[in-house]
Structures are given as C-alpha cells and as structure tokens.
C-alpha cells in the first residue's frame, strides 16, 4: 500500500525545508505531546485552523482531538478526526450514488509519530538528510485529522499510486464537485505552490466543519491561506522562455519545486519567475552544482530567476523588510533520471 500525500509530506524531495539562511528552528520535540491528558479538554479544537509549512499545528490540540479508526479497503488502519469522518462518510456515499466509489488512504498522522520519523532518518542518512527529507514534526496538516488522502476503487480495484490516480481527472472532477456540500476543500490547487507549499493534490482534501465557508472558498477558487488572509500576493507571471535543452514540461517541474520552497517563507508577494535561458547551462556552472553536493553527480543545470516583494515582517529569513527584489537566482540540478534539486539560491 502506498502512502500517497504521505511520501509528498514525509519525504520531500520537491519541498526542501531550506530557508534563506540557517535560522532558529523551534525545538520540534517540546511539541510532541502524545500522553494525553482528559484535564487537559476544552472546548474542542478549531475547525478552521491554518497548518502549514509556516504554521505550527495549534497547541494543545493533540489532547483536544477526538478521533475515530477505520480500516480501508486494503486493510490499513486509518485515523481520523470524528466529525470529519461523519462528513467523509456523507460524501462517500453521495458519491456512490454517482457510480464514484473512494476509501481513506491516510488521515491523521500524530507529530510524535512524525517525530518517530524524524529520529529514524536522522540515525539513518545523518541530521542534514533528515532536514531535507522529511517534512518538519509540528507543520503537516495532517497533524489535524482533518486532512484526508483519498484513493480511488475503479470497477473494483484500488488505486492508490499517485501517478495512476492523478490521471482519473474526470473522476476527480465529481469528487471535487461535492466536497463543498458535506464542509470540505480541495487543499492544494493546481499552480499556487507558492502559496500552499505542495505540488497538486487531488486526492488530499481538508474539513472546515462550514459548508457555507468551504462553498464560498471553492466558488473563488482560493487557496485555504488565502481566505484566511495568511497570504495576500496576486497573480504570479511565469515565463519558460525558449530552450533548445529542456522541455517546457521539465521547466515546469523545476517551477513547481521553486514554488514549494518559496512557500517556506511565508507572506511574500511572489512577481514572477522565468526561466534564466539555456546560456546559464554551462560545464561551469554544472560544476558549481557539483561542487556544492558532491554526493549527487548532477549531469544537467538550470537557472530560474524571480521577482518578489517582502513584506513588512520578514520572520525568520534574512531577507530585507518591504523591499522589491529582481532577479533573485534559483539554481536547480538533476541527473538524467532523477528530479530537479535546488541546489542554491540567492547568489
Ligand atoms: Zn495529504
């Protein structure tokens, strides 16, 4: 069984979590509070709550979650928060109705059973690997038990693999068409990495508890952030060029791991990127890549450059409060068979 939105967010190859300079991380272990504690029950958690890669999972949330188990249909146990589930169930059958027939691939994930992960890769490949990897305990959603990974089952087989479920778009469209009824919203849209953090999602949809917020989310076609006001950047103007060495699909991909990245550093008005042409494409500068990961025996370089406005409160980056920057470099590499790496940026 494959984990579907699981190895997007535990291992990140597309989303390093690299911010422009090494800063201060919060120490991820005071967040993992698995013992739970009944005293420790309020009112509940909030629905509408924003996880993402720059906002933490609430505290205190893990003892406020009530969850339910289920097993699917290849027999994996899946936790879920249990009003979602109510809902999940609603829309299932819904969709059966339809002839569209879905099942819970992965729900929530704790941040100790993140955490677990963590330590595992840590031990494994080294401290600066597992930073690279696996995404930080503490910043998933799935934390919440409020996001959901569907998978689909197709005249009676399961699909659950990524690459194939992505290619059933009319399926996804009468699934996507009715998240809204029953309080949920497709989380990460198709071209707004930037803003999301994550390459395109069908399978991966979020519960708000409102149906009338999440029907007025998806009739504006904005992300989750957006709505919230935790990102306010307009239209993003993306230029592939013209190469005679990559393809604009492969230029693509490598936009898509930019945008990821960018994500990492908050509220920043994302202008444009456009690809810095083939005359970046050098033995040199193949060499530079090399120089800085001598372990990945790169074989192809490109270049990216952008055009952003900070705002007023930068956080945790080096960048300059509410200033305009042009042509910011973004330095990607691969082999012939690997995907693109951001190998530097910003020099
Ligand atoms: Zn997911």
């Known amino acids: 069984m494959l984990c579907l939105c699981l190895t997007v967010t535990l291992v990140l190859s597309a989303c390093k979590n690299n911010k422009p300079s090494p800063t201060s991380e919060p120490n991820s272990t005071e967040a993992v509070t698995e013992a739970s ?3 420790a029950k309020t009112d509940g958690i909030d629905y509408m709550a924003l996880v993402n890669k720059t906002h933490p999972l609430p505290e205190n949330w893990e003892n406020q979650l009530e969850t339910v188990h289920m097993t699917n249909s290849v027999g994996d146990d899946v936790e879920v928060e249990k009003k979602a589930y109510d809902a999940y169930l609603k829309l299932k059958a819904d969709l059966e109705k339809e002839g569209v027939f879905v099942d819970l691939d992965s729900a929530r994930r704790s941040v100790a059973d993140q955490q677990r992960i963590m330590d595992e890769f840590t031990k494994e490949y080294g401290a600066d690997y597992a930073a690279k990897t696996v995404a930080k305990p ?38 996507h068409q009715k998240l809204a ?16 953090g994550y390459g395109y999602e069908p399978w991966h949809i979020r519960y708000l508890d409102n149906s009338d917020v999440a029907k007025e989310i998806t009739a504006k076609g904005i992300t989750f952030e957006e709505y919230l006001g935790a990102y306010s950047g307009g239209d993003v103007k993306i230029d592939y060029g013209s ?12 936009v898509i791991q930019i945008k990821c990245q960018f994500a990492f550093w908050g509220n920043i008005d994302l202008k444009s990127i456009r ?73």
């Open 37 to 39: 504690t009944e005293a």
């Open 138 to 175: 503490g910043y998933s959603e799935h934390h919440t038990g409020l996001a959901l990974d569907l998978y689909l089952i197709v005249d009676g087989k399961d699909i659950v693999e990524n690459e194939n479920m992505i290619k059933y778009t009319d399926i996804w469209a009468k699934i």
């Open 181 to 196: 009824d029953y309080g949920f919203i497709l989380r990460y849209l198709d071209g707004e990495e930037h803003i999301t």
């Open 243 to 254: 190469s005679e060495i990559y393809k604009e699909d492969e230029l693509k991909n490598a």
């Open 275 to 347: 690809y810095a042409g083939d005359e970046a494409v050098t033995k040199e500068n193949l060499a530079r890549m090399n120089e800085i990961n001598p372990d990945a025996k790169y074989t192809q370089v490109a270049e990216f450059l952008m055009d952003f406005h900070t705002p007023t409160d930068v956080g945790e980056t080096t960048l300059k409060a509410n200033s305009d920057y042009t042509d910011y470099p973004w330095w990607l590499a691969r082999t012939a068979d690997g995907g693109w790496d951001i190998v530097s940026f910003g020099d």
